[in-house]
């Protein structure tokens, strides 16, 4: 008897322009990842702005975290729609 390993990946259809996309279990790590990291980024700029209160010209020399453009698995990458219908598909490999 052989064991199947199954792979699961969802499938995005636009509602509103009928475009279809997939993403797995991988690019939702990367993403969560990368809202964390700008997450963390955001804080460390927040922290560096407090630490000089009057806004006074030194503060205008730290240095400043950048964040990163995230992908928005909830909307469409062609029409940037919301209105997205999502489901779970399953193969065996």
């Known amino acids: 008897m ?3 390993q199954k792979i699961k990946e ?3 259809t636009c509602k509103a322009c009928g475009n279809i996309w997939y993403y797995g279990k991988q690019e939702l790590r990367k993403v969560k990842k990368e809202k964390s990291d700008n997450w ?3 804080m460390h700029n927040c922290s560096s702005d407090l630490m000089c209160c009057g806004g ?3 503060a ?3 240095p400043r975290h950048q964040t990163k453009k995230v992908k928005d698995l909830k909307k469409c ?3 940037n729609s919301s209105a ?3 489901e779970i598909i ?3 490999v």
């Open 2 to 4: 052989s064991t199947r």
């Open 10 to 12: 969802t499938k995005c």
């Open 40 to 42: 963390s980024s955001e």
């Open 56 to 58: 006074c010209l030194p």
């Open 60 to 62: 205008a020399f730290l």
């Open 77 to 79: 990458p062609k029409c």
């Open 84 to 86: 997205v219908k999502k």
């Open 90 to 92: 399953v193969h065996k």
